[in-house]
């Protein structure tokens, strides 16, 4: 089993592919524009998750199996793409303010029941800023944490299962990281009144659900297999993957993750127009097609550990122009390969 991450001396891909696209089809400009119809459709899904747990809270605890198939098949979906809501209003896409895409994603947490959307903005734009050093980048698991669970698949399986108290392990480490102040209050207060008032008014049942929901669709489901698309990797030469399979219609383009972080300024609904625009950029990449195999590959085959990603060194971030004929940042067209 590798013990570490693999070691690049280079600045990540997408500085110098972004450059490359706008310069080859600056009509991609058009694309970088805020979608406020965003907004309502976060209000819809607080709205639908909120209705759920008032029906389950009227048929009580006795239907907890029924909660668990919906929040698996339903629940799982809506409050993954509010994570994709929360994560385009962190790249101010949805409104014209700053204050106004805030407001939007600690909306868009409620039914997520933990106060998360204020913490992932701030080490969500330094994974942007800082792919892949350890100690700015929360994407990258803990070197301890990596140790632990190994390539054994029930540890993989349980990692994932607990994957958000994993990543509420990483921010510690980081550097130049203020996770706290005003806005990570308002967050906090909010969640909270969402909580208690699911409690009193629907029961025990209806925060069940809600619960559920949040426990899917972020850990041991087809659309918890995002955090292993994104970034795991074990071919040096490519350390970002985009999804290309059907469940982006539910999860708001979230699979085009090569796209969004060349160009983190177009929104969830332009993506796979950038990808139309400029194919000689992405047409040669890996890509995957399907989240539920990339959960059980990850899960089954040994050779896919948290180990599996790429980490920058000390020394890296080669200035750009030494990095033209580098493969780890830009390759010419050559075979589609499907993952």
Same mark, same amino acid.
């Given at each position: 089993?590798?013990?570490?991450?693999?070691?690049?001396?280079?600045?990540?891909?997408?500085?110098?592919?972004?450059?490359?696209?706008?310069?080859?089809?600056?009509?991609?400009?058009?694309?970088?524009?805020?979608?406020?119809?965003?907004?309502?459709?976060?209000?819809?899904?607080?709205?639908?998750?909120?209705?759920?747990?008032?029906?389950?809270?009227?048929?009580?605890?006795? *239907?907890?199996?029924?909660?668990?198939?919906?929040?698996?098949?339903?629940?799982?979906?809506?409050?993954?793409?509010?994570?994709?809501?929360?994560?385009?209003?962190?790249?101010?896409?949805?409104?014209?303010?700053?204050?106004?895409?805030?407001?939007?994603?600690?909306?868009?947490?409620?039914?997520?029941?933990?106060?998360?959307?204020?913490?992932?903005?701030?080490?969500?734009?330094?994974?942007?800023?800082?792919?892949?050093?350890?100690?700015?980048?929360?994407? +990258?698991?803990?070197?301890?944490?990596?140790?632990?669970?190994?390539?054994?698949?029930?540890?993989?399986?349980?990692?994932?299962?607990?994957?958000?108290?994993?990543?509420?392990?990483?921010?510690?480490?980081?550097?130049?990281?203020?996770?706290?102040?005003?806005?990570?209050?308002?967050? +906090?207060?909010?969640?909270?009144?969402?909580?208690?008032?699911?409690?009193?008014?629907?029961?025990?049942?209806?925060?069940?659900?809600?619960?559920?929901?949040?426990?899917?669709?972020?850990?041991?489901?087809?659309?918890?297999?995002?955090?292993?698309?994104?970034?795991?990797?074990?071919?040096?030469?490519?350390?970002?993957?985009?999804?290309?399979?059907?469940?982006?219609?539910?999860?708001?383009?979230?699979?085009?993750?090569?796209?969004?972080?060349?160009?983190?300024?177009?929104?969830?609904?332009?993506?796979?127009?950038?990808?139309?625009?400029?194919?000689?950029?992405?047409?040669?990449?890996?890509?995957?097609?399907?989240?539920?195999?990339?959960?059980?590959?990850?899960?089954?085959?040994?050779? *896919?550990?948290?180990?599996?990603?790429?980490?920058?060194?000390?020394?890296?971030?080669?200035?750009?122009?030494?990095?033209?004929?580098?493969?780890?940042?830009?390759?010419?067209?050559?075979?589609?390969?499907?993952?």
């Amino acid at each position: 089993m590798r013990a570490a991450f693999l070691q690049s001396d280079l600045e990540h891909p997408h500085v110098f592919r972004a450059r490359a696209i706008v310069k080859a089809h600056p009509e991609v400009r058009r694309l970088m524009v805020r979608n406020p119809w965003t907004a309502l459709i976060a209000l819809a899904i607080v709205v639908l998750q909120t209705v759920l747990a008032w029906w389950f809270g009227k048929l009580g605890l006795s *239907y907890w199996w029924l909660s668990l198939l919906v929040a698996y098949a339903v629940g799982a979906f809506a409050d993954h793409a509010n994570y994709v809501i929360i994560h385009d209003a962190t790249h101010n896409l949805i409104l014209r303010r700053k204050t106004w895409n805030i407001l939007v994603a600690i909306l868009a947490d409620l039914p997520n029941l933990t106060a998360g959307a204020m913490g992932f903005r701030v080490y969500h734009l330094k994974h942007h800023s800082h792919q892949g050093d350890y100690e700015h980048d929360a994407d +990258l698991a803990n070197l301890w944490e990596a140790r632990l669970v190994g390539n054994k698949w029930y540890r993989k399986a349980l990692w994932l299962m607990f994957f958000p108290i994993f990543q509420l392990t990483r921010p510690p480490r980081l550097k130049a990281i203020t996770m706290r102040d005003r806005w990570f209050v308002l967050n +906090l207060v909010c969640a909270a009144t969402y909580d208690i008032a699911v409690i009193y008014f629907f029961g025990w049942a209806g925060f069940l659900y809600l619960a559920l929901s949040s426990f899917f669709s972020i850990g041991l489901h087809p659309v918890g297999a995002r955090w292993i698309q994104e970034h795991y990797t074990n071919d040096p030469n490519q350390e970002t993957y985009s999804y290309y399979g059907p469940i982006n219609r539910l999860c708001l383009n979230m699979g085009y993750h090569n796209e969004h972080h060349d160009l983190p300024s177009i929104p969830w609904n332009n993506l796979p127009r950038l990808k139309a625009i400029a194919p000689e950029f992405y047409d040669n990449l890996n890509f995957h097609s399907s989240w539920t195999r990339l959960l059980l590959q990850f899960i089954f085959e040994k050779r *896919y550990t948290l180990f599996s990603r790429i980490e920058r060194t000390k020394a890296g971030a080669q200035p750009l122009s030494e990095c033209r004929s580098k493969p780890a940042l830009y390759r010419e067209p050559e075979v589609v390969t499907i993952s």
